[in-house]
């Protein structure tokens, strides 16, 4: 089970950072997802990041913008945003997926928080 927290109303240029908290499974078997759906527009992804945390990948959007990271020690992912822009404005969404296969389906999704940019 995935809960999502953090989002909020923030000024363009600002800062959020969001939190997905697991529980009920061994966090470290699994690769964190952010994603994000905006109105009128199909989900998208923003970052990942493998287990140990040393591998991440982010939208090519986001990047030098937004950093994932995860403790797994609390069994947390986290998406630092900075420079936030209008754009980014939708409801993000973290999942989670077992392993490294990029072909397997996501196992758990995260309920999703709003992140709303005003300009």
Do not use: H
């Amino acid at each position: 089970q995935l809960q999502a927290s953090g989002g909020g109303l923030v000024q363009a240029g600002g800062s959020l950072r969001l939190s997905c908290a697991a529980s009920g499974r061994t966090f470290t078997d699994y690769e964190m997802f952010w994603f994000r759906q905006a109105p009128g527009k199909e989900r998208e992804f923003v970052a990942s990041i493998r287990w140990n945390g040393g591998t991440t990948y982010s939208a090519d959007s986001v990047k030098d913008r937004f950093t994932i990271s995860r403790d797994n020690a609390k069994s947390t992912v986290y998406l630092q945003m900075n420079s936030l822009k209008s754009e980014d404005t939708a409801v993000y969404f973290c999942a989670a997926r077992w392993g490294m296969d990029p072909t397997r389906p996501y196992d758990s999704w995260g309920q999703g928080t709003q992140v709303t940019v005003s300009s």
